[in-house]
């Protein structure tokens, strides 16, 4: 570098080019702020972005309520939905933004647009008051969420990993992935007791509206942070050589070395540590409270113990990346992953239901159906329809979290489900008596399933062994620590600073939206199709040998790398 590039770099950096240009031992001053301020931004945005979840039943009822029920459900889709699929897009506008303007304005740009769409769904009327429009500008809303979000992700690993010496930056990146599950409990944190307080017939009827405009309060304190810290140095050592991307885009995406990069990221990198990370957070959850019949706030305070008490295996996992590698560990929370959840998903019947067991041992449920006029049901919008009697009868025992065996039945006779000795008829969606046949089905079925043991309400809770379900969602979630640290890690060091908050935003946010966006509607159609509910389990495997796979042929150590 020429003296007076290398003076000019001084000058733009102040402080906190300083600092990262000393040779001092352990953490700055400045990288602590630094990882506070990252790690405040990304708890903020994920309290957003989990209201949405948490309160589905008052957006619903508020929003959707007076729309006719094919647009409400479609618009009801969107709305969900919208933040996942607009994550992409937002780590390619931002991303772009971040390589050409820098990380801390494009920082600021990402928790307002948050902060506001957030405070504004607490103040949207209803559409008792405006009609169409109230879904239609939720479903905005939502957008922006989902486009925020995309570009702060990867800003928040990039803006912590660009302050400090390369020897620690699996452990500084650490910080910010352990605080995003913060987000999660600061919604349920402010929900929970305001519906204790308030009384479910006040919070349904205005409190809901209270965590939305509470964000403010949080928006203003992030945005305090964020003003007092620096921009990179990094990001203002390739300014000052005249170094930076003109089309970062392009570059990314243009340019064979970089894309096979892309592709390494996203099916080596992300795609297991991602499906590793929903499956033990996510699924778990939707695993007790549908196949397992363990009622909501029970499951809600296990996940949250087991969350909490989690939190700082993603510290040791920066740790271990900083002494061994991000490919080893990567390699391991993956064969981790793909040799214990089947088991562990098993256990968890054990011990969160013991009777379902039971009823499965001593009454196995059996299909009996014309295979042919079998549909593969993934449906990731809600959207498809499935009518023979094959997919009413496998979708129904599939909800209800039953396993089952398969017969073959001549070719256009109607399905039908044998559990002991009793048997359930199954019925088409085109039959002129459907919605008869359906009513009939559904209650003979709940009945003749409790009969045998398969009970259709809310697991027995004394039946529950709570310190073993703890023990095992904990342990679903170190897989999910452990690759993800690591995993986010390798990726801000596969790329070179001129293009890396867009190169880094296109694999996370695709792998995110793609890959774990579609566990629960992937999961739910293997199981349908297999009769066995831990089938759909297959899929986190599958995607966890795949990314080894990657990993091992294709992927280099970046632990060394600048």
């Known amino acids: 570098m020429k003296n007076d590039q290398i003076a000019l770099l001084g000058e733009d950096i102040g402080g906190a080019g300083k600092e990262y240009l000393a040779t001092s031992p352990g953490m700055t001053p400045v990288e602590k702020r630094v990882i506070a301020a990252s790690s405040m931004g990304t708890i903020f945005e994920l309290y957003d972005f989990f209201l949405v979840g948490a309160l589905s039943t008052e957006i619903a009822q508020h929003f959707f309520s007076g729309v006719n029920p094919s647009a409400g459900f479609i618009l009801a889709l969107l709305g969900f939905a919208a933040g996942f699929v607009m994550r992409p897009f937002g780590g390619m506008v931002f991303g772009r933004f971040g390589d050409l303007f820098g990380r801390k304005r494009t920082f600021l740009v990402t928790i307002l647009i948050m902060g506001t769409a957030t405070f504004a769904i607490g103040l949207l009327p209803g559409f008792a008051s405006i009609g169409l429009a109230s879904p239609i500008l939720f479903v905005i809303m939502r957008m922006l969420q989902g486009l925020a979000i995309g570009g702060e992700f990867g800003g928040?690993?990039?803006?912590?990993?660009?302050?400090?010496?390369?020897?620690?930056?699996?452990?500084?990146?650490?910080?910010?992935?352990?605080?995003?599950?913060?987000?999660?409990?600061?919604?349920?944190?402010?929900?929970?007791?305001?519906?204790?307080?308030l009384g479910e017939s006040t919070f349904s009827d205005w409190g809901w509206r209270l965590p939305f405009l509470f964000s403010i309060v949080i928006l203003l304190i992030s945005l305090w942070i964020r003003l007092k810290i620096d921009e990179s140095p990094e990001f203002l050592r390739i300014k000052a050589e005249g170094r930076m991307s003109n089309a970062p885009i392009a570059e990314t995406l243009g340019?064979?070395?970089?894309?096979?990069?892309?592709?390494?990221?996203?099916?080596?990198?992300?795609?297991?540590?991602v499906i590793i990370f929903y499956n033990g957070q996510l699924y778990t959850m939707f695993f007790l409270t549908k196949a397992l019949k363990v009622d909501a706030s029970t499951t809600n305070i296990l996940v949250i113990s087991a969350t909490v008490l989690t939190a700082p295996l993603y510290l040791a996992s920066g740790k271990l990346a900083d002494l061994v590698g991000r490919k080893k560990v990567l390699i391991a929370g993956c064969l981790l992953g793909a040799l214990f959840t089947m088991p562990l998903f098993k256990a968890l019947t054990h011990y969160a239901n013991p009777a379902l067991e039971r009823a499965e041992l001593e009454a196995p449920i059996v299909v009996s159906a014309d295979w042919e006029e079998c549909a593969f049901q993934f449906d990731p919008t809600g959207t498809a329809k499935f009518t023979s009697s094959c997919d009413i009868v496998t979708s129904s025992l599939a909800k209800a979290g039953l396993n089952y065996?398969?017969?073959?039945?001549?070719?256009?006779?109607?399905?039908?489900?044998?559990?002991?000795?009793?048997?359930?008829?199954?019925?088409?969606?085109s039959d002129t008596d459907a919605a008869t046949k359906a009513a009939k089905f559904s209650a003979l079925l709940a009945a003749t399933a409790s009969k045998h043991g398969y009970g259709t309400g809310t697991a027995n809770k004394d039946e529950i062994n709570i310190p073993m379900v703890l023990l095992i969602l904990m342990a679903l979630l170190s897989f999910g620590a452990l690759v993800f640290t690591a995993s986010v890690t390798m990726l801000v060091e596969m790329f070179p600073t001129r293009i890396r908050?867009?190169?880094i935003s296109i694999p996370y946010h695709l792998a995110s939206a793609v890959f774990g966006g579609f566990l629960p509607a992937t999961a739910f159609a293997i199981v349908a199709a297999t009769g066995n509910i831990y089938s759909g389990l297959w899929y986190p495997v599958a995607a966890a040998v795949v990314s080894m796979l990657v990993l091992v042929l294709f992927a280099k150590e970046t632990k060394d790398a600048t």
């Open 156 to 197: 928040a690993f990039i803006y912590v990993a660009e302050h400090g010496s390369k020897q620690d930056r699996g452990f500084r990146v650490s910080w910010v992935v352990s605080t995003g599950a913060g987000g999660l409990l600061l919604s349920l944190l402010v929900v929970l007791p305001l519906q204790h307080l």
């Open 405 to 429: 065996r398969s017969m073959p039945l001549p070719r256009g006779q109607v399905a039908r489900i044998q559990i002991g000795e009793d048997v359930v008829e199954g019925y088409r969606a």
């Open 501 to 503: 908050y867009t190169a």
């Open 255 to 273: 340019q064979w070395k970089n894309l096979k990069l892309i592709l390494i990221a996203v099916f080596g990198v992300m795609m297991g540590a």
